[in-house]
């Protein structure tokens, strides 16, 4: 039987994004974090992976991209889920994108496990997801992720995690080559 709060945390995250689609794809938004819950899932066979951060998969993007705030997180997960979903979520900034990305960067380094997990799979998902966007965003974005990986550093905890994002992103760069 389905944990209660994983369970609860798809329904949220279904009802928030409810009728958004993918950028490049145009399939429901919903399968993002529906995939990036699910290979969470399966890296519990390799780590620590606790049903509060598999519903902060969930909910990793509601806060960002929908009317949902951190609050409402709160209130219907707990500050420990909210605490998550809030270090996986990208400020609002008017700063220039390279400033923005060195800071989340720097940021996300020094965050707990837990989140250097989610957000390990969550960026691999998008590098996978993003084959019809423009080449020059991919690139981009891939290179970015390197840079992320960087950041992380060689923790050992992280050693699956981070080789799976650097081969998505150097996939991508090759791929943005051709």
């Known amino acids: 039987m389905a ?6 945390a798809a329904i949220f995250a279904y009802t928030a994004h409810e009728g958004q689609k993918r950028k490049y794809t145009g399939r429901p938004y919903i399968e993002h974090p529906m995939r990036v819950a699910g290979k969470l899932t399966l890296w519990a066979c390799k780590f620590p992976v606790s049903k509060e951060m598999i519903a902060a998969a969930w909910l990793h993007d509601v806060v960002e991209d929908t009317s949902a705030t951190n609050a409402d997180i709160a209130q219907m997960f707990g ?23 060195r800071k989340q960067r720097e940021a996300l380094a020094a965050a707990a496990l837990e989140v250097r997990l ?17 080449v020059k965003f991919r690139h981009q974005y891939a290179e970015e992720s390197l840079l992320l990986a960087q950041e992380i550093g060689d923790d050992p905890m992280l050693a699956p995690m981070l080789a799976a994002l650097r081969a998505a992103a150097l996939a991508e760069l090759a791929a943005a080559k051709e």
């Open 118 to 134: 989610i957000k390990l799979v969550d960026r691999t998902d998008n590098l996978e997801d993003m084959a019809l966007g423009p």
């Open 79 to 101: 500050g420990y889920i909210a605490s998550l979903v809030h270090q996986l979520t990208s400020p609002k900034s008017d700063e220039p994108r390279a400033v923005r990305k």
């Open 3 to 8: 944990d209660t709060i994983v369970t609860n």
